[in-house]
């Protein structure tokens, strides 16, 4: 019997346990039924089951839905209802939006093409790196792909310019770029696939203009941070140009603009004119990547089995899944009795959103060295702060925003296997354990652009 296989059998059976105990032991009172125990029970069981990894996220989900159905906590029309909302058309329509707009090349070529204006100096291939992952950040929401695909570049920049592996300026090369391609995507509704994950614990549709509107200040303040950090903490003693000649040759061989690059620019052009002019014309956000994915199909940039294979159907289920079991806590009474007794405790960090934001910082983070999974993470959050928000007049948006975004560290590598895995592509510039000092740096950033963020969210009536 395999490590793995004990794993998960173990961890099932203690995932039941916990689930019994809970749904059967405690007395009903006024503000817990029995169906709302039992409730409470398979949430606990999808909690255990992702803590523990005896099964994957989106598989807990599942199992807890099914085990609703079981239970008569819910109906199958109850359990599976949220599949139906705009949230998780978006997160099907943006996700094979991707293949498309990679398959399409005009990623690739926009990127060489802003890296081939800069000098083979240290400050001048930091700005180009920091500029070509901001620009291409809205465009893909496949972080992966982004910086997989920059990852060579920059392995032979550090070469080209004569930068030692592993020294300050590989971290400031490397730093530059992977927040523009990677964690800053996260801005924007198009640029992360997390965002739909994010949806999916927020529990309501934002417009993607709305959803840039919300997070400017914390994606303007990375920015500008990350840049001092990577252009004058990393810098040099001493600066002398590189030859880069190599940037222009591989922009050059590129050739003209094809015609599925063309198509590409054109797609995403018209997708994202129509995102941001939502509230005018009132076409749904997943609809119109719906539309796009049509025009991309019917291009020849997508086919089926691509379809079938790169969709990323597992987070669809994820989503879909915990917006139907969070719909269950609020109707079963569950949000009230969670209220009432964390409600005195966690008042005083509700009370101020300048204390409840970093706090939450805080606490996501040292929450993620014990928690792997961050779906799991962020279920234990929306659980414990969920039902207070309401009371303080702060909205759902930045409980989620807040605590998924400074849980995308790699402070350590079991905590972001997927960073650890795209840091290994530039290991002729670094190592993980380099890569490790920007995301305590990373930290900082996000520590301050969060708290940065309060004023708007203020005038925005969302804290």
Known sequence: MSKAYKRTIIGVVISFAVMAAIAL??????????????????FAFMLVAMISRALPDWAAVIAAMVLLCATKVG?????????????VWLCIGVFIMSIGVNNSG????????????????YAGQVTAMMLAGVVTTPIIPSSSAKSSMMAPVINQVCEAVGIE????????????????????????????????LMLGFV???ITWGRWITLACVWYVVCIVLVYIFARFFCKPATEKAGNVEFIKEQYKALGKLTVK????????????????????????????????????????????PEVGSKAMWTITLFVGGVLSIANFMPTLGVSDWIAAILGP??????????????CLVILTYALRYVVVSQSCSM?????????????????????????????????????????????????????????????????????????????????????
């Not at 032991?25 to 398979?42: D, H």
Request: charged content about 5%; aromatic content about 12%; overall charge neutral.
């Open 345 to 358: 405790v966690l008042s005083p960090i509700l009370s101020s959103p300048y204390v409840f934001v970093p």
């Open 165 to 196: 592996k592993n020294s300050k300026q590989a971290l400031g090369i490397w730093f530059a770029n992977f927040m523009g391609t990677n964690q800053l995507g996260m801005a924007f509704v198009s640029g992360s696939v997390y965002v739909a």
């Open 261 to 304: 690059e063309k198509q590409g620019i054109v797609i995403v052009a018209v997708a994202l004119i129509l995102w941001l002019t939502q509230s005018f014309h009132g076409i749904d956000a997943g609809m119109v990547a719906l539309f796009a994915d049509i025009c991309f199909i019917a291009c020849g940039l997508i086919t089926a």
């Open 203 to 205: 529990g309501y549709s």
């Open 75 to 87: 109906t199958v029309a109850t359990v599976t209802s949220q599949f139906a909302t705009s949230t």
């Open 25 to 42: 032991l405690p007395p009903e009172t006024e503000m817990m039924s029995r169906q709302a125990w039992t409730y409470l029970g398979c």
């Open 379 to 463: 279920a234990i959050m929306v659980a414990i702060f969920g039902p207070l928000l309401p009371t303080y007049g702060i909205d759902m948006f930045v409980l989620v925003f807040v605590s998924w975004v400074s849980g995308t560290y790699w402070n350590t590598s079991y905590t972001n296997p997927a960073t650890t895995g795209l840091i290994s592509m530039a290991n002729r510039a670094l190592d993980y354990s380099t890569a490790q000092k920007g995301s305590y740096v990373y930290c900082v950033i996000n520590l301050i652009a969060m708290t940065c963020s309060v004023p708007l969210w203020q005038a925005l009536g969302m804290v």
């Open 106 to 121: 005009i990623m690739k070529r926009l990127a060489l093409w802003i890296l081939t204006k800069f000098p083979g100096t």
